[in-house]
């Protein structure tokens, strides 16, 4: 029923940008905190950014000033743009959406990978 598509990862240059996009189905979306999260290999999968219903945003310090996070309710669609790309950056991004009415729910795309390398 949830789905939760990424899309826009792949391979940049340090100092590039790329745009990540999350369309989510379900009916869910209006209702939902939006955030982005990622995971490299053995770590812990951490918080990026989170957007709110009403628009309030949370960023990690590591991501602050460069990534920057919205979303299109007409569309069900959360964006992360990625500026100033570093090679810390590069693990695989992952969609959630935190639903806030009912009983709640959390649900998560399947992620992708973003590769900043020369």
């Known amino acids: 029923q949830v789905q939760l598509v990424e899309s826009g990862g792949g391979l940049v240059q340090p100092g590039g940008s790329l745009r990540l996009s999350c369309a989510a189905s379900g009916s869910i979306f209006s209702r939902s905190v939006m955030g982005w999260y990622r995971q490299t290999p053995g770590k812990q999968r951490e918080l990026v950014a989170t957007?709110?219903?009403?628009?309030?945003?949370n960023y990690a310090d590591s991501v602050k000033g460069r990534f920057t996070i919205s979303r299109d309710n007409a569309k069900n669609t959360v964006y992360l743009q990625m500026n100033g790309l570093k090679p810390e950056d590069t693990a695989v991004y992952y969609c959630?959406?935190?639903?806030?009415?009912?009983?709640?729910?959390?649900?998560w795309g399947r992620g992708t990978q973003v590769t900043v390398s020369s």
């Open positions: 957007i709110t219903v009403p628009g309030n945003t």
């Open positions: 959630n959406a935190k639903y806030v009415a009912a009983l709640g729910g959390d649900y």
